[in-house]
Each structure stands twice: as C-alpha cells, then as structure tokens.
C-alpha cells in the first residue's frame, strides 16, 4: 500500500478489520468509515455519509506570495480557520522565483489544504490561486465595503477597532514577507481597501495571517 490514506488508517490508527473511523469528502458530507477487509496489497471500505458541513466563514485572504515555505503554513493555518479563498498574488516586493516553486508547479498546495481541513475536522477548504497580481485579484472583488488591508507603516487604527458591515463578506489583504511598497498601497486604496494594524510589534507574515483570522472571526461571532 502506498496511498498516505491507507498507511495512515493501518499504520497511525491501527485499524483492523471491522474497526471504523472517522471519514470526509473534500467539501462535502462527513461520515464513517468501516475496513471490512485488508491485505498488503489493498483495503476494501464501507462508507455511510452524513451532512454536508457548513460553509466557510465569508472571509477571503489576498497575500503578497511569499517565500514557499511561508506559503505552505499559510495554506494549513488558514485552512484549519476556514477561510471561503485563499489569494497569493504577485506585487511589487515578491520573488519572481517563487512563484515557480514546485509547492505550486507540482501542486503540493492541494496537500496543505488537506492537511489543515483534516486538522479542523472538516471537510471545506478554500479556492486558491496563486498566478495573478495584486491589481487582477482586486479587480474581481464585486463589493467595495469590508475590504482592509494590513500595514504597519500607513495605519490609522487597529484592525480590532475596524468597523464592518455584517452582512458582507471580508477580504484582509496581507504585504509579503518585505511588506507593500507604495505602488502596491495605490492600488489597494484605488480598489476600496482601507489600512488597519496588529499593534506595534512586527509578526511574521504567517502569523499576522492566524492574528488577523482570529480578531476578524472575532468580529463576526464565528468562534
């Protein structure tokens, strides 16, 4: 067996025939799952699925692409938050070369969302794209309000102090690892983003990320 599903069902879990665990479609029902039968070779499954679970929280992140491995704890963090999508977007700061990592040419990214759903016990994850700019993902916005932008350079308020209208989704744009440049701040402004902050200390971009998922969540009662 070499499917990561089954090793882990056998040799994590240590299932035996009979045994059930615990099972999910991507984006769709949860349910059980019973091993009726294993050899070296294969595992033969029951299935009975439950309710589809409910949908992401109407938050959507927009993120300067930074340094792969930023990328992919990104990608489980926000997962395991439940975020609707997931935006990594080239600006003025980021490395052309990383856009060319194999996390995305080889589409290792559809494993991090796994994994972060997996951690969440849910089967949602988040639509991602990671080859436009800044200026194409916010021209695809159709709502002005609720749009912010992280900044801790041209930031009148913290982001626990931003008002949002509570019917409308959130998008939370987020610099890369070296932060927006002016260029990129009069696009977000042209685009309807207003600034806000984390306070005064400089946090890491994935942590800023899990900062400001949990204020905006916050906000809206959704945790």
């Known amino acids: 067996m070499i499917d990561p599903r ?19 479609l991507i984006n769709g029902p949860m349910g059980k799952g019973t091993l ?15 309710s589809p679970p409910p949908p ?12 792969p491995q930023t990328a992919r704890k990104i990608l ?7 975020v609707t999508a997931l935006h990594f977007v080239q600006v003025s700061r980021s490395e052309p070369s990383y856009a060319e990592s194999t996390l995305w040419n080889s589409g290792e990214w559809q494993r991090h969302l796994d994994a972060g759903a997996a951690q969440a016990f849910c089967t949602r994850v988040p639509t991602v794209t990671y080859h436009q700019t800044l200026s194409e993902v916010v021209a695809t916005f159709p709502d002005p309000d609720n749009r912010i932008a992280l900044d801790n350079y041209e930031s009148p308020i913290r982001l626990s ?51 400001a998922l949990t204020l905006l969540k916050a906000q809206r009662n959704l945790m």
């Open 56 to 67: 992401p929280d109407p938050v959507t992140l927009v993120i300067g692409l930074p340094r």
């Open 6 to 24: 089954a090793i882990h069902l056998m040799k994590v879990l240590r299932r035996q025939p009979g045994d059930s665990f615990d099972a999910g």
């Open 161 to 211: 102090a931003c008002p949002f209208s509570s019917d409308i989704p959130i998008v939370c744009a987020l610099g890369p690892e070296r932060g927006w440049t002016a260029d990129d701040r009069q696009i977000l402004r042209s685009g309807g983003f207003k600034f806000a902050h984390l306070g005064t200390r400089v946090l890491r971009l994935e942590t800023a990320v899990v900062a």
């Open 36 to 50: 009726r039968e294993a050899t070296k070779d294969h595992l033969i499954l029951e299935f009975r699925w439950g």
């Open 76 to 82: 489980q963090e926000a997962t395991s938050l439940g």
